[in-house]
């Protein structure tokens, strides 16, 4: 089982990064995925989840209307568009996928967001 995101990197306040996770290893299309975060010194907090079907989106309150989560069951991957990126976006971004009690997590991908 892998999970592997990409697409983490350094952007300026206001920008934007889209980040991917490739799985691999378990029925992708089975698991609903979700992307996390932990900033330094804080606690790893979840951003959004979608459904294995991808029918289905959630948010953080901190994160609506400025990130979206999306699927492609076709090619076992996984997005998070982020768009006008704050300073408090700073943090390594890790991928989930989940079903029933089978959890697997990613290495992580840092974004860090500084003028």
């Known amino acids: 089982v892998q999970l592997v995101e990409s697409g983490g990197g350094l952007v300026l306040p206001g920008g934007s990064l889209r980040l991917s996770c490739a799985a691999s290893?378990?029925?992708?299309?089975?698991?609903?995925m979700s992307w996390y975060r932990q900033a330094p010194g804080k606690e790893r907090e979840w951003v959004a989840t979608?459904?294995?079907?991808?029918?289905?989106?959630n948010y953080a309150d901190s994160v609506e209307g400025r990130f979206t989560i999306s699927r492609d069951n076709a090619k076992n991957m996984v997005y998070l568009q982020m768009n006008s990126l704050k300073l408090e976006d700073t943090a390594v971004y890790y991928c989930?996928?989940?079903?029933?009690?089978?959890?697997?997590w990613g290495q992580g991908t840092q974004v860090t967001v500084s003028s």
């Open positions: 989930r996928g989940l079903l029933s009690r089978r959890v697997y």
């Open positions: 290893g378990f029925t992708f299309s089975s698991y609903a």
């Open positions: 979608i459904t294995n079907s991808g029918g289905s989106r």
